[in-house]
């Protein structure tokens, strides 16, 4: 699938669009989904033009690889959710492609969590 630049994660990361900023390294960004289906809902995104998990990982640099899991990883800290933290967990969330209904074809790994998800985010109604 070729990357699509009018994406709305392309147009958050040119600055074109607001996010509420979460963190932000230097090959990654993390910010608040706009419609959160959990007390907390972050996505995480690289910075690079990857349409998906599978895209980002066939053809991203270690560099930026690293980037996106320390970006994980801090976001996990932040937000209280990590049970290395003291958190009580949370679901890491990456739909892909048709059948993983992915909406915006820019990867990013929804984390989401500070309650009990129950199935949330595991099917769409
Ligand atoms: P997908 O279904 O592609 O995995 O998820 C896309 C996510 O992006 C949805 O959870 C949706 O709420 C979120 N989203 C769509 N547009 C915007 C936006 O303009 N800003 C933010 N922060 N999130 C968005």
Redesign the pocket.
Request: charged residues 15%; aromatic residues 6%; glycine residues 4%.
């Given at each position: 699938m070729n990357y699509d630049k009018n994406n709305?994660?392309a147009?958050?990361l040119r600055g074109e669009?607001?996010?509420?900023k979460v963190f932000e390294n230097e090959y990654s960004l993390a910010?608040?989904?706009?419609?959160?289906?959990a007390k907390i809902?972050i996505?995480v995104i690289p910075k690079g033009a990857y349409t998906d998990i599978d895209d980002f990982y066939t053809k991203a640099s270690e560099k930026e690889i690293i980037s996106f899991s320390n970006a994980v990883k801090e976001v996990l800290k932040l937000t209280g959710v990590s049970q290395q933290s003291g958190g009580n967990g949370f679901r890491a969330?990456?739909?892909?492609g048709s059948d993983?209904?992915?909406?915006?074809?820019h990867f990013?790994l929804?984390i989401l969590g500070g309650e009990n998800l129950g199935l949330r985010g595991l099917r769409?109604s």
């Open positions: 709305i994660f147009k958050i669009i607001p996010c509420t910010f608040k989904d706009i419609s959160p289906q809902h996505l969330i990456a739909n892909t993983g209904i992915q909406e915006v074809p990013h929804h769409k």
